[in-house]
Each structure stands twice: as C-alpha cells, then as structure tokens.
C-alpha cells in the first residue's frame, strides 16, 4: 500500500478563461486518454466557462460553490456533489467562501461506463441529460 497527501501534489494556477483562485494539480493521465486530477478553488476562486473537451466527471469533496453549464445556472453544489458535464459542454465552477476542492475524472469510455450506473439514483436536476445508449446493445 502507498497513501499520498494530495496536498503535496505539484500543482499550477490555472489563468485562463478569466479563472481566478484556481489550482490544478494532475493525478494520473493514461495512454487511452483517462485523466483524473485534483481542483482547488480558493474561496470565492472562480474556474471561467470553458468547453469540456471529453465528458468530465467532477466530485466536490470538500467546500461548495456553483456550478453553471450552457445557459443554465448556476446551481449550488456542496461536498458530495458529482457533476457531469458532456464532450463540448461549456461550463465554469465557482467556490463559495470556504473555498472548493474536488476531483475531475475525464474520458470518455471510463465517464460512460461510471455513468451507466449512476442514471438510476436519485439526481437534484431532472431536466439533465438522458443517459447514455448501453454500448452492450
């Protein structure tokens, strides 16, 4: 077993898109195109609207802040939330005054294959978008 301090991971500001207060700090990146990394957002920090370039799949575990996708938003997300934005969904992320840590899990076939899964529970949004088609039929 190996236990790291996300803490200690190297981490840069993210400047772009007029983001303010935002840390990025990347986990894992494999051949197939999986990535998963680790996002700080200082309080009130603010990660600017941007297109997603593959699905993401984004955990907020710990803080709050809002959320915005397309028109749409924004919408409260506070730890535990799990957001999943699709390949070309333009959306941003802003921290409320205590600050937001969560981890973006992006590509496709893992965000699809997660996703599969998760369409059944219970969801705060009811107009989200519709699940994705099983790649078994």
């Known amino acids: 077993m190996r236990i790291w301090d996300t803490n200690l991971l ?3 500001a993210i400047n ?3 983001s303010t207060g935002a840390i990025f700090s990347p986990i894992l990146h494999d051949p197939m195109g999986v990535s998963l990394a680790r996002i700080r957002l200082e309080p009130d920090g603010l990660l600017g609207v941007h297109e997603a370039a593959q699905h993401q799949l984004f955990l907020v575990v710990d803080g ?3 959320v915005t996708s ?3 938003g924004p919408v409260e997300v506070v730890q535990g939330s799990m957001i999943f934005w699709a390949r070309g969904e333009f959306h941003g992320l802003k921290a ?3 600050g937001l840590v969560g981890y973006v899990l992006e590509g496709f076939d893992v965000a ?3 996703l599969l899964g998760l369409w059944a529970t ?3 949004s009811d107009d989200g978008p519709e699940p994705p088609a099983d790649p078994s039929n």
């Open 96 to 98: 409320g005054p205590e």
């Open 16 to 18: 772009r898109h007029g």
């Open 64 to 66: 709050n802040g809002f």
């Open 10 to 12: 190297k981490a840069r």
């Open 112 to 114: 699809q294959d997660l």
């Open 122 to 124: 219970a969801s705060s």
């Open 70 to 72: 397309g028109e749409a």
